[in-house]
């Protein structure tokens, strides 16, 4: 049954309503299978806010779920695959009917309940008075993160307190069900699977096949519906005993993830995600070769023979980064009362803050240089790298050619805008021809734009630098 073709669940409140509806059962792999079609032949944007796997990743996830599969998302940090998994609710109906008993364990399905308290209800009640609710997607959703996950948690347990109260211990009320469980009907993801308890590996292996459960020997079996999602990092997924072999066969699909291809669908991820409100009395104007230098340095630290690259080098740092940046202007606009708030070089001196932590040095490389040291060696790097973008061989002579006179530029974050352009004044008028940064006349734009070809000259070594709290002097 299609979303449009969903019942008035106003009107079904008991058992004979709904058969009288003409509702019909299905799994929860059929009904994502039925609507992810439905979205599919519609046109519809399937995965929104997802960038850069239009054409790599969210094909084989289709193929995956229409081919009824658990999956496994395999991908090193921040490469959205627990937003992908989350994203599946989408393709869930928007609400299922329940038996709305109190004793029962599950959302169990009205027409096929696995449950003995369930059963039992129905055998002594005409479906006229069995009372029906109504279960929305979002609900059927569950997550778990694998470290310290108890067998308990996941799949259940026998509860000592029912035992004493009287309760045999062979039959369905001792027992407390876990998480995966509850998620009859619907979706559980877990995340880092190498991390999960060998035990539980073990206990998943009749889910996955049989799609039954089985707690401490007891001979109950319950045809679970759920579909099993999983993520890890391929470094700890491959590695020897991390997965117990026979999981691995279980689990129907691998999808694999990736981080952006292209520098561009990294800063548009960076954007997106950012979501940093810089409204207001202190709107926001961000040259783009700032916001190519921010995602720059995590291309450039996923490159570094001093990076762990085991670990990667999330999203995150990008996100982290240009909340930073915009942040630093948007302090300097404040103090300063200019407008708007224009991001420069100089505000990247406060990256350590946002940075540090999430790249881990690689302990074998046999590198001597501190965390931050790293840092800084990479952000020279993206610069150097957007630099050589915008500048022509020509130009960046006549500019060194002006240095060579003794010239002296003192910039920094809290340097006005204005005073830039007379810190600049001894320099050739060729400055502006030569690079064609930015046709912004915006004394803020023309000061980050000054900064950038500053920092450019110093990371290609044809000038030099000296650092002080909070600026930097250039000269030759």
Same mark, same amino acid.
């Given at each position: ?24 059962? *299905?799994?929860? %792999? ?39 599969? $658990? ?48 059963? =039992? ?37 026998? $509860? ?24 009859? *009907? ?24 049989? =799609? ?35 999981? %691995? ?55 570094? %023979? ?37 991001? =420069? ?59 060579? %006179? ?71």
């Amino acid at each position: 049954m299609s979303e449009s073709q969903q019942p008035n669940t106003a009107q079904i409140h008991n058992l004979q309503q709904l058969i009288d509806s003409g509702w019909t059962s *299905r799994s929860v %792999k059929q009904e994502i299978a039925a609507n992810l079609t439905a979205k599919l032949a519609a046109g519809a944007e399937l995965y929104p806010g997802i960038v850069g796997y239009e054409h790599t990743v969210l094909p084989e996830l289709n193929i995956a779920l229409l081919s009824g599969h $658990d999956l496994l998302f395999l991908g090193e940090k921040g490469q959205a695959k627990t937003r992908l998994m989350r994203s599946l609710i989408q393709f869930l109906d928007p609400v299922v009917p329940y038996l709305d008993l109190p004793d029962a364990p599950f959302h169990e399905d009205p027409l096929q309940p696995l449950s003995q308290a369930a059963r =039992r209800f129905l055998a002594e009640h005409s479906p006229a008075e069995t009372p029906i609710a109504w279960w929305p997607r979002e609900q059927r959703y569950g997550e778990r993160l694998a470290p310290g996950s108890k067998f308990a948690d996941l799949i259940g347990e026998i $509860d000592p307190a029912k035992l004493v109260g009287g309760v045999s211990m062979g039959v369905e009320e001792s027992l407390h069900f876990g998480m995966i469980p509850r998620m009859h *009907r619907g979706l559980f993801a877990i995340n880092e699977l190498p991390e999960l308890d060998e035990l539980i590996q073990v206990g998943l292996f009749n889910l996955l096949e049989e =799609r039954d459960i089985q707690i401490r020997g007891l001979p109950l079996r319950y045809d679970l519906d759920v579909m099993v999602l999983f993520s890890a990092n391929p470094t700890t997924y491959n590695r020897s005993g991390k997965v117990i072999p026979q999981l %691995k066969d279980r689990i129907g699909s691998l999808i694999k993830t990736h981080y952006p291809k292209e520098r561009d669908l990294g800063i548009q991820i960076m954007q997106q995600e950012a979501d940093l409100d810089l409204g207001g009395d202190y709107p926001l104007l961000v040259p783009r070769f700032m916001q190519e230098i921010c995602e720059e340095i995590t291309v450039q630290a996923r490159k570094s %023979k001093y990076v762990d690259h085991a670990s990667g080098v999330s999203a995150r740092l990008s996100i982290s980064n240009y909340r930073t940046l915009l942040s630093s202007a948007r302090h300097r606009s404040i103090l300063l009362q200019e407008r708007p708030a224009v991001p =420069r070089i100089s505000d990247l001196g406060h990256l350590p803050t946002s940075s540090l932590g999430k790249i881990e040095l690689d302990m074998m490389s046999g590198n001597q240089m501190t965390e931050t040291q790293v840092l800084e060696s990479i952000i020279a790097a993206a610069i150097e790298a957007v630099f050589r973008q915008y500048v022509t061989k020509h130009g960046l002579d006549v500019l060194v050619e002006g240095f060579a %006179k003794g010239i002296k530029i003192e910039v920094g974050d809290m340097v006005p805008a204005e005073q830039y352009r007379t810190r600049l004044g001894d320099l050739p008028d060729i400055w502006e021809k030569a690079f064609e940064v930015s046709v912004s006349q915006h004394p803020g734009v023309q000061a980050a734009c000054a900064e950038f070809v500053l920092a450019g000259l110093y990371a290609m070594e044809k000038i030099s630098r000296s650092t002080h709290h909070g600026g930097s002097t250039y000269q030759l």
